[in-house]
């Protein structure tokens, strides 16, 4: 797994702090699994309604992972997207059986046998992942990630998000 630069501590507690240091401002966090309805509230989303569908069906369905966060802005220095999208473990959720170190090597077998073989490794340079552990809602520990990307255009940010999101169903679908 290629790993980011390690989040704050600011991100360890779920939902997070709505006000942040630095004057950085976050609206904290919204849990479509409880709260579909505010979706639109994610400006994030705004121009990217594949991966906003996509968002909306992962956390309405019986699955083992929701979102937990997003960041997608655009760098007035070079005008690329710079872009990140969270997602961790429901409470309750076990995945002791999953290889949390090789959960990026799953999605891109995944890619491949969907995609070809092609597809996911033109991606895999693009997509850095870092994992760590977080408390949602004061339950005990549990594992989230973080899945950073640089695109020169939304609509990168938006396909390769969203081929993330219909892993994440797929794979943590709960029957």
């Known amino acids: ?9 600011t991100y360890v507690q779920w939902p997070y702090r709505v006000d942040l240091e630095d004057g950085r401002t976050n609206i904290g966090a919204i849990d479509l699994t409880k ?19 996509r968002i909306s069906l992962l956390n309405s369905e019986k699955n083992g992972v929701m979102t937990l966060g997003m960041l ?5 220095e070079n005008n690329s997207w710079f872009s990140y999208l969270e997602f961790g473990f429901r409470p309750g959720y076990d995945y002791s059986a999953i290889n949390l170190t090789e959960i990026d090597s ?11 073989d092609g597809f996911a490794k033109a991606l ?8 760590q552990n977080v408390t949602l809602y004061g339950n005990k520990p549990s594992h989230m990630y973080s899945v950073f ?27």
């Open 1 to 9: 797994m290629t790993v980011a630069p390690r989040l704050t501590q």
């Open 35 to 53: 709260e579909p309805e505010r979706i639109d509230e994610i400006h994030e989303l705004n121009g990217m309604p594949i991966l906003k569908e």
């Open 72 to 76: 997608c802005g655009i760098n007035p």
């Open 106 to 116: 799953l999605f891109y077998n995944y890619l491949s046998s969907t995609h070809g």
């Open 124 to 131: 895999q340079p693009h997509l850095i992942w870092e994992g």
């Open 149 to 175: 990307l640089q695109a020169i255009e939304q609509e990168h940010v938006e396909q390769a998000f969203y081929h993330l999101i219909d892993w994440l169903r797929v794979e943590f679908a709960v029957s």
